[in-house]
């Protein structure tokens, strides 16, 4: 157990509608990141998040967004859901002594 | 760019035989990490390892060990004795100094068979 908790473990939706995916980082860890996994693309970087602030974006699309609360859980938002996002989506966590990401147990997000 | 590269998309290996796992990598940076996670089937990612970029000592964690060259830009990872619960889809990944992001290479799936 990494320590990361993430929910749901599974989400089935339509296209066209919006998700929230949560994230609650390892005790202590100021930094969440997140990440999509498909089959095509891999395990692809979308954005980071260090104490409430954004520190890096990667290949996130518009349509996604997300955000860290002062409590440091992290929410990732998908909106306009097309089936190309079906993917398992991870949230990590590292702390300030070490650049060691810590992996949640992902969310496999379908979009039918 | 950095750019990870996992040449051996599957391995099947019998119970108990060695199996070595590549792993080559790209980067321009001069300080960097590297590391390995597992994804067993049930679908988490698992931490297994991490080594930076001036520490090319070779690391042994039981039946694991790891080899990395930065002369030939490798960072492989051995599993001696596998064992069925071994079998999994390894990425091997990298971080570049003052970045944020891991690049993944596409991982080995690796399948021990009894």
């Known amino acids: 157990d990494s320590g990361v908790t993430q929910t749901p473990k599974h989400l089935i939706t339509a296209t066209g509608q919006r998700v929230t995916l949560r994230c609650s980082p390892r005790?202590?860890?100021?930094?969440v990141y997140w990440y999509q996994q498909s089959l095509d693309q891999g395990l692809q970087f979308l954005i980071q998040?260090?104490?409430?602030?954004?520190?890096a974006k990667g290949n996130i699309l518009e349509r996604f967004s997300a955000q860290q609360f002062p409590d440091l859980h992290s929410e990732l938002n998908l909106s306009s859901l097309e089936l190309g996002d079906s993917a398992l989506y991870f949230c990590?966590?590292?702390?300030?002594?070490?650049?060691?990401?810590?992996f949640g147990p992902g969310t496999r997000l379908t979009v039918l | 760019a950095q750019k990870v590269t996992q040449a051996q998309t599957e391995i099947s290996v019998v119970e108990k035989e060695d199996v070595t796992l590549d792993c080559v990598y790209e980067?321009?940076?001069?300080?960097?990490?590297l590391f390995w996670y597992k994804q067993p089937p049930s679908g988490e990612l698992v931490f297994l390892i991490r080594?930076?970029?001036?520490?090319?000592q070779n690391e042994i964690s039981g039946r694991y060990s790891w080899n990395f060259q930065k002369s030939t830009s490798s960072f492989n990872f051995t599993i001696t004795a596998s064992q069925v619960v071994d079998s999994a889809v390894y990425f091997c990944?990298?971080?570049?100094?003052?970045?944020?992001?891991?690049?993944f290479g596409k991982g080995t799936k690796l399948s021990v068979i009894p």
């Open positions: 980067t321009r940076d001069t300080t960097y990490y």
């Open positions: 005790s202590g860890d100021l930094s």
């Open positions: 080594r930076n970029s001036f520490d090319e």
């Open positions: 998040y260090y104490n409430g602030e954004e520190r």
């Open positions: 990944a990298l971080l570049g100094a003052g970045s944020y992001q891991l690049t």
């Open positions: 990590a966590s590292s702390s300030t002594l070490t650049d060691t990401q810590y």
